[in-house]
């Protein structure tokens, strides 16, 4: 053992944990590390992928098959802790091109146009529907525009209703009448023509 020891000297060790250190991160199993949380698994004559992970992934898998010179390229997206079936059939080889996040996980791709996107506001209403102190119902225009109101009113038995637009002035409002009607509602409005 004295033999074994001493031709093993400190740099000789050194090196041999250098080369195994090497070999391990250089090893097919060093690539399905902390990144890749997604793997195909053949399954007869088709292939399953399968998500590790407990985030959501979008894998891109290439299909070469033969006799063909261009591969396949299809884009999926699998959630955390699931699998799916791809739909490659017959002979061909598949393989997992790029793994990304998901849109809204951590690490998921930036919209490069548009870093920093906005929700759309809402068009900005101006005629809303109160209740005047007769008990009657009133279409109120708070902006400074003239505005064109279509309303529906409903019986009770519900059924088609009956539509009628209205005129509203600007910062005013008009009394709508129910004509027998259960329900009146405000469909839309438009700038007046």
């Given at each position: 053992m004295k033999v074994v020891f001493n031709a093993l000297s400190a740099p000789g060790l050194m090196l041999l944990a250098g080369l195994a250190f090497i070999a391990l991160v250089l090893s097919p199993v060093a690539e399905a590390a902390p990144d890749k949380c997604t793997r195909l698994v053949p399954t007869g004559a088709r292939e399953n992928l399968i998500n590790e992970c407990s985030k959501c992934r979008i894998v891109n898998i290439t299909r070469k098959?033969?006799?063909?010179?261009?591969?396949?390229?299809r884009?999926?997206?699998?959630?955390?802790?699931?699998?799916?079936?791809?739909?490659?059939?017959?002979p061909g080889r598949s393989r997992i091109t790029s793994e990304l996040p998901c849109k809204g996980e951590p690490g998921a791709a930036e919209n490069l146009a548009d870093p920093n996107p906005r929700k759309k506001k809402a068009p900005e209403t101006c005629v809303g529907m109160q209740r005047s102190l007769g008990g009657g119902i009133s279409l109120v225009n708070k902006c400074k525009k003239c505005?064109?109101?279509?309303i529906e009113r409903q019986s009770k038995a519900g059924g088609e209703g009956k539509r009628q637009a209205y005129?509203?002035?600007?910062?005013?409002?008009i009394e709508v009448l129910s004509n027998g009607a259960a329900k009146i509602a405000l469909l839309a409005e438009v700038d007046c023509p």
């Amino acid at each position: 053992m004295k033999v074994v020891f001493n031709a093993l000297s400190a740099p000789g060790l050194m090196l041999l944990a250098g080369l195994a250190f090497i070999a391990l991160v250089l090893s097919p199993v060093a690539e399905a590390a902390p990144d890749k949380c997604t793997r195909l698994v053949p399954t007869g004559a088709r292939e399953n992928l399968i998500n590790e992970c407990s985030k959501c992934r979008i894998v891109n898998i290439t299909r070469k098959r033969p006799g063909n010179e261009m591969p396949v390229t299809r884009s999926f997206n699998i959630q955390p802790k699931s699998q799916i079936t791809v739909p490659f059939l017959g002979p061909g080889r598949s393989r997992i091109t790029s793994e990304l996040p998901c849109k809204g996980e951590p690490g998921a791709a930036e919209n490069l146009a548009d870093p920093n996107p906005r929700k759309k506001k809402a068009p900005e209403t101006c005629v809303g529907m109160q209740r005047s102190l007769g008990g009657g119902i009133s279409l109120v225009n708070k902006c400074k525009k003239c505005k064109a109101a279509l309303i529906e009113r409903q019986s009770k038995a519900g059924g088609e209703g009956k539509r009628q637009a209205y005129r509203v002035s600007p910062q005013s409002a008009i009394e709508v009448l129910s004509n027998g009607a259960a329900k009146i509602a405000l469909l839309a409005e438009v700038d007046c023509p």
